[in-house]
């Protein structure tokens, strides 16, 4: 009867500790996989990226950015998670390039370290906005140019920068001097909702700033 006993606290006892283990899984809101469970968690992998990790890599990018330009004061730069893994892209702006080369440019990072993804060139009426809207993390693009104000949407496809148009208003009128059948508004996209975001977030200004590139970088606080 004793040894019944002990078979049946044996069993018990392995019951519990599984039960704890499985209470005791879980990801951490410090390290970003890329890939969500089916629940919505996302899952921790080996190639989990830490905070420490990107801003690291990206503010020794910046201080070596600093220190090869031929006019560093013209840097800028600004982060936002706009495929949302938990670490966001790197937007470095230099207003000192030559005139065929691009403005902007995307870096995102990985464990191998910071990677270029694309860019696009700016003017002087550019604008970059950003949506509270979670389900529009990319950057949204204002520049005016041809007669034409244009609005646009930054998120990265497949590592690469995929900078869409959107929409554009003929405000100058450009369209009947060239002779072309079109409304003041022309829709250059299919997506309704990234359309009526854009619109908001220019109606209500919510512009990102800039922060300028030093000698020796830190990135403050949270960031997008």
Request: aromatic share 8%; with cysteine; proline share 3%.
């Amino acid at each position: 009867m004793k040894r019944m006993f002990a078979m049946a606290a044996a069993v018990l006892l392995s019951l519990v500790l599984v039960s704890c283990g499985a209470a005791a899984t879980g990801s951490s809101r410090d390290s970003v996989s890329g890939t969500v469970a089916a629940s919505g968690t996302a899952s921790v992998s080996e190639s989990s990226v830490t905070d420490n990790e990107w801003k690291s890599a990206y503010e020794s990018y910046m201080d070596h950015l600093y220190q090869s330009s031929k006019h560093p004061g013209l840097l800028h730069y600004f982060v936002r998670d706009i495929d949302q893994n938990g670490a966001p892209e790197l937007f470095v702006i230099d207003h000192g390039v030559e005139p065929d080369k691009d403005e902007l440019t995307v870096y995102t990072y990985a464990e191998d370290g910071v990677t270029e993804t694309g860019g696009r060139g700016m003017n002087g009426t550019t604008r970059f906005l950003y949506s509270e809207d979670p389900s529009c993390p990319g950057v949204f693009s204002f520049d005016v140019g041809g007669g034409l104000e244009r609005y646009g949407y930054m998120t990265l496809g497949d590592g690469r920068l995929s900078d869409i148009d959107l929409w554009n208003e003929d405000y100058s009128g450009i369209s009947k001097i060239l002779g072309k059948d079109r409304g003041r508004i022309e829709e250059t996209s299919s997506d309704k909702q990234l359309i009526r975001e854009s619109k908001k977030v220019y109606k209500k200004n919510q512009d990102i700033e800039y922060l300028k590139i030093k000698a020796k970088n830190v990135i403050p606080g949270e960031q997008g």
